[in-house]
């Protein structure tokens, strides 16, 4: 068990729907990242946020959103959904805001299925 | 072409093999990261590098930033061992961060 929590385990939703999946970092983690892992794609990071604030960003959609709150838990909106946004959700949780030096503990991952 | 390749994609070998997984990138990194993805789809860091090598347990990487390539070994390889093995190389680019890219992964399985 990595300390991190996702919710929910799974999701199921028909497309031009909005889902909001949420995380909660280890306690005294500030950093949070998202991961999409699809068939096709493998893993893509997709963003990151440090004690509140935004602090890099990868391959995220227009139609995706995220933000981390003052308790430091995220979420991560993901809008008129699409066949192909079907994957595993991850977020990882590290003490600082260095991908390069901090060790990224990962959740059990959010799977989404767009019918 | 993925900035960050690995091979082999798939691996089937005998308990007790010494096991080999490659990963190249072909851009500046400030950091290349190993993962281990279980069969049931959790996800755990294994190692970071940003130069010489690393140790823990039966588990080593390497990596040479010149020749932009790492290797993980497995020791004494263990069907506990089968799983899913990530490289993701870091880098800064002139925006700033771009968090990690990720290879395909190596499939191991290591039969009894």
């Known amino acids: 068990d990595s300390g991190v929590t996702q919710t929910p385990k799974h999701l199921i939703t028909a497309t031009g729907q909005r889902v909001t999946l949420r995380c909660s970092p280890r306690?005294?983690?500030?950093?949070v990242y998202w991961y999409q892992q699809s068939l096709d794609q493998g893993l893509q990071f997709l963003i990151q946020?440090?004690?509140?604030?935004?602090?890099a960003k990868g391959n995220i959609l227009e139609r995706f959103s995220a933000q981390q709150f003052p308790d430091l838990h995220s979420e991560l909106n993901l809008s008129s959904l699409e066949l192909g946004d079907s994957a595993l959700y991850f977020c990882?949780?590290?003490?600082?805001?260095?991908?390069?030096?901090?060790?990224?503990?990962f959740g059990p991952g959010t799977r989404l299925t767009v019918l | 072409k993925n900035e960050v390749e690995q091979s082999p994609q798939n691996l089937t070998a005998q308990e007790g093999e010494f096991i080999t997984i490659n990963c190249s990138y072909s851009?500046?990194?400030?950091?290349l990261h190993w993962l281990q993805q279980h069969p049931g789809g959790g996800i755990v860091s294994l190692f970071m590098?940003?130069?010489g090598k690393k140790k823990h347990g039966r588990l080593i990487a390497t990596i040479n930033i010149q020749e932009k390539h790492s290797s993980l070994h497995i020791t004494a390889s263990h069907p506990r061992d089968s799983a899913v093995y990530i490289c993701?190389?870091?880098?800064?680019?002139?925006?700033?961060?771009?968090?990690?890219?990720f290879g395909k992964g190596t499939h191991l399985i290591i039969q009894p």
């Open positions: 990882a949780s590290s003490v600082g805001g260095q991908t390069s030096t901090d060790t990224q503990y």
């Open positions: 306690s005294g983690d500030l950093s």
């Open positions: 946020y440090y004690n509140g604030e935004e602090r």
């Open positions: 851009v500046g990194i400030s950091a």
């Open positions: 590098l940003s130069s």
């Open positions: 993701a190389a870091f880098r800064y680019s002139g925006g700033g961060a771009d968090g990690l890219t």
